[in-house]
């Protein structure tokens, strides 16, 4: 059973219309040293997809042209990827700001280590965005493997002896929560507090914003929720909880989310779903060649049920709760 075949029929999700793009977040790759239950994108260790030379630079292109401040780069784990480095080091060499979204394993890899990845992105002054869906082991090994909370603690303090965490050192380091069930997270600044004194207090860990996420029902999770019949509960949720006041926040709306290929989707989800985004200029699939030059202000987002879990209570987006 396919758990995100109920997301592609047809949505009363209020419409949506775009801003001025700030951000592009491009997936390099499905590859990851890890297989997460709640990864909406099904990476793991197995998966080849890897963005090309020309592709990478097709990206360097578009950040050239339409102004956008930040690149925010995305996986599987995006560090195991060929064009990783190239994008890092030219998009800083335009003055673009640079976003990792890490697993924190990833840096403990011995092949990374000798390759100095943590001090690359320390040279670099690239803001790390670092999975960690507890501060509990046993919670973190659950949902992620065994082994993964001890090794995201030695990630931790691997980047806090460089300086990541530290006020006044321009590297900023965030960590991304997620439940680790079918329900909503809680509120984000209370968390925080817990997740800070926990991880300072048992580990010496410093971090500078926990960013607060709720799960999508698709990918893994979504299977996992239709083979226990908690799919049309959490989906009920997840409307139940929508929130107007979020609309204007959510992150489709100034985010271009870019696939390894180069295929164009109004954000993360939607590419994981395999719907594109829709111009009314370009017929059939947009890619990012198709946009250069373009502007998509007022382009209208297309929204599926699935967009719930971004209005649901405090809102969710890639920088964390909404309000």
Known sequence: MHATLPLLE???????????????QVNVGYRCNQSCLHCHVNAGPRRTEEMT???????LGFLRTSGAANLDLTGGAPELHAPFRHLVDSARALGVHVMDRCNLTVLEEPEQVEAGLAEFLASREVEVVASLPC?????????RGK?????SIDGLRRLNRLGYGDPGTGLD????????????PPPQRELEAGYRRQLGERHGVRFNRLLVLANMPIGRFGSMLVSRREFEPYMALLRAAHQEANLDAVMCRTILSVDWRGYVYDCDFN???????????VSGRVHLSHL????????????????????????????????
Do not use: K, W
Not at 10 to 24: C, G, K, M, V, Y
Not at 294 to 314: K, S
């Open 173 to 184: 380091l965030h960590l991304v929560f997620n439940p680790q069930g079918p329900v909503l």
């Open 10 to 24: 047809s949505t009363d999700f209020p419409p949506l219309r775009r801003a001025r793009i700030d951000t592009l």
């Open 147 to 151: 082994g993964v909370f001890e090794r």
């Open 53 to 59: 030379r020309e592709t990478a630079d097709l990206v």
């Open 271 to 281: 590419q994981m779903l395999g719907i594109g985004l829709r111009h009314r200029e």
């Open 292 to 323: 250069l030059g373009r502007d998509l202000a007022g382009n209208p987002i297309v929204v599926r049920d699935h967009c719930y879990g971004c209005t649901a209570g405090q809102g969710s987006s890639c920088g964390g709760a909404l309000n």
């Open 135 to 143: 501060y509990e082991e046993d919670n973190v090994d659950r949902q």
